[in-house]
């Protein structure tokens, strides 16, 4: 089938789904004697990463990150793995690059195929959840830039919605990295626990050990960026709002010095015959300084009680 690819070599094998359909699905029901729920589980929607023990072989839920690079975006793709010391079974909707370069050198270069198709089954899963976790970290190193792009820009004036928005979408990233990375460890440490025996588990400590350090440091990263991006979120509002008391003080001290000077210039307005400075000569350059007189008074005023 298109969307179902099979790679063998002494005597382990390795198939690849890239699309979660029921005629996909169907056919995997045929081939292995998987249980019906793993195969329900496999189609889309997401479910929870897990570990679970059947008869004859694991089922293992992962959640990895995909990075849009038109949009900024960081989502999360699930992949679906069905394993005993025999075989592999991978099913994802085909949009993680990692997995599908994996797949494609091991079946395109002989060398690769010898070296990840040794012993059981498992060698094969850990070569590829270690590609996988590798992928992870250029995808952190980007998010780690884009926070220090924030930071410079922070407190510069330009751009302030721009920089909310910037914000608010590395917030959004992060919280999505966790949700996809935090499942890895547990799911690693009960697969050990689980398939101790008849995986064979114990001559790849190696690569335990490795997957469990890159799932750890993973994290460790990720809490630091939420930490970072938080702090960020916390300066950017009170950036925002010791500017916006700013913008308010100044419209304050308009109104008030505005509202006198407009109560002068309507009494003197009213066309009353004891009206002052109304009918001498140059009665209107009178009420006008007395005016800026009083704007100016007001405005010395409000600086010696360090209102301006």
Known sequence: MKYISRLEHEGLQWVNVTRQTKKELDELAERFNF??????????????????????????????PVFDRETKRLSFTEIDFFLNANYLVTVHDGTLHPLESFFAACA????KKELHFTGTAVHILFELLDTLLQAV???????????????????SRAAERHIAEEILRLKTNIVTFRRAM??????????????DRDLNLYSYQSYINTLRE??????????????????????????????M????????VISVITFPLTLVATIFAIRAPATPLVNVPYGFFFISFLTLLGAALMLLAFKKKHWL
């Open 108 to 111: 395109k270069e002989e060398t």
């Open 137 to 155: 970290f250029p995808i952190l190193l980007h998010v780690n830039e884009d926070i220090s792009a924030v930071d410079k820009k922070l407190f």
């Open 182 to 195: 935090q499942g890895h460890k547990t799911v690693l440490e009960r697969l050990v626990m689980y398939g």
């Open 245 to 252: 008391n700013e913008v308010m003080k100044t419209l304050t």
């Open 214 to 243: 890159a799932a750890t440091e993973i994290w460790h990263m990720l809490d630091s960026q939420k930490e970072s991006i938080n702090a960020l979120h916390e300066t950017n509002e009170s950036i925002l709002s010791l500017r």
């Open 35 to 64: 249980l019906p729920i793993d195969l329900a589980e496999s189609a889309p929607s997401f479910q929870r990463p897990k570990i679970v023990r059947r008869p004859g072989y694991y089922f293992i839920v992962l959640h990895f």
